[in-house]
């Protein structure tokens, strides 16, 4: 069985950092492209970063480069977003999934973590 588990949300202030954590199970992790995806009230998902199986390549956005930081560890089979200088526009529910050759295609997602920015 398939899971992506993400952990690591929380409420914390402007300017703070978080890192969430995303445990993954029953694929082959460490030859996954893998991405962070936010969704906050009212909008659109937002894809804020990507990296590939063996953490060579990276992408962001222009809306975190800078502040967030995408990681690997396939020894644990866990992926990471370090999130520093959090703005309240960051607030919203953040999930990890794995991303088939392309980048086009999402096939397995976890069930979010709630990240507010909130003073």
């Known amino acids: 069985e398939v899971q992506l588990v993400e952990s690591g949300g929380g409420i914390i202030q402007p300017g703070g950092s978080l890192r969430l954590s995303c445990a993954a199970s029953?694929?082959?992790?460490?030859?996954?492209?893998m991405t962070w995806v936010r969704q906050a009230p009212g909008k659109g998902p937002e894809w804020v970063s990507g990296?590939?199986?063996?953490?060579?390549?990276?992408w962001y956005p222009g809306s975190v480069v800078g502040r967030f930081t995408i990681s690997r560890d396939n020894a644990k089979n866990t992926l990471y977003l370090q999130m520093n200088s959090l703005k309240p526009e960051d607030t919203a529910l953040y999930y990890c999934a794995r991303a088939l050759p392309g980048w086009a295609i999402y096939d397995y997602w976890g069930q979010g973590t709630q990240v507010t920015v909130s003073s």
């Open positions: 029953g694929f082959t992790f460490s030859s996954s492209s």
């Open positions: 990296m590939n199986g063996g953490g060579s390549s990276t």
